[in-house]
T-cell receptor, first 120, second 111 residues
């Protein structure tokens, strides 16, 4: 089936504008994750959803960042009043709840291609 | 969440076996060890996961000693296309948890 998709693939915005990034997870995956990756750096965890609920929002960098997930599927990450330091690739991933499948536990996260955000 | 420590970078040549070791001294009883691979301009891709002893799949092997305070990802006979960043993660096996990737190990495979 289809993998994780993200849109847009690239976004250039002016400082101070709001942006919305979208993630379509793999159908049936109950867990969804957002990460941020600056050039040449590792992944920075932002938030995860279990169903429509986000139990831990501590990874969001500031109150300008928010995320929601509806219907246990699509998620949007919104950045208000963008700043230049928000420029990065935003990655979304999804996974099964992780119960034993085929005799072995799996915690595999499937990643989308990312959205490259540039704030000018 | 258990913190992980990996070498920042490693060099190798085509055809060699590469072993990347990850330290996770504070691993919890329920934690699994998972490795991901990331190529430039792509999201990470799952390589292998294990709990103890040895796990092998078509891509790699994962060696975990009895105390589980470290693990070693072994890539047999690497090729140029194995040049990537490799991340070691430690956490619960069930999905839907905060996950910390760390800086990873940049592997350079030379001809």
């Amino acid at each position: 089936g289809a993998g994780v998709s993200q849109s847009p693939s690239n976004k250039v915005t002016e400082k101070g504008k709001d942006v919305e990034l979208r993630c379509d997870p793999i159908s049936g995956h109950t867990a969804l994750y957002w990460y941020r990756q600056s050039l040449g750096q590792g992944l920075e965890f932002l938030i995860y959803f279990q169903g429509n609920s986000a139990p831990d929002k501590s990874g969001l960098p500031s109150d300008r960042f928010s995320a929601e997930r509806t219907g246990g599927s699509v998620s949007t990450l919104t950045i208000q009043r963008t700043q230049q330091e928000d420029s990065a690739v935003y990655l979304c991933a999804s996974s099964w709840r992780g119960w034993r499948v085929g005799g072995s536990d799996t915690y595999e996260q499937y990643f989308g291609p990312g959205t490259r955000l540039t704030v000018t | 969440l258990a913190k992980t420590t990996q070498p920042i970078s490693m060099d190798s040549y085509e055809g060699q076996e590469v072993n990347i070791t990850c330290s996770h001294n504070n691993i919890a009883t329920n934690d699994y060890i998972t490795w991901y691979q990331q190529f430039p301009s792509q999201g990470p891709r799952f390589i292998i996961q294990g709990y103890k002893t040895k796990v092998t799949n078509e891509v790699a092997s994962l060696f975990i000693p009895a105390d589980r305070k470290s693990s070693t990802l072994s890539l047999p006979r690497v090729s140029l296309s194995d040049t990537a960043v490799y991340y070691c993660l430690v956490g619960a096996a069930t999905g839907g948890f905060k996950t910390i990737f760390g800086a990873g190990t940049r592997l350079f495979v030379k001809a």
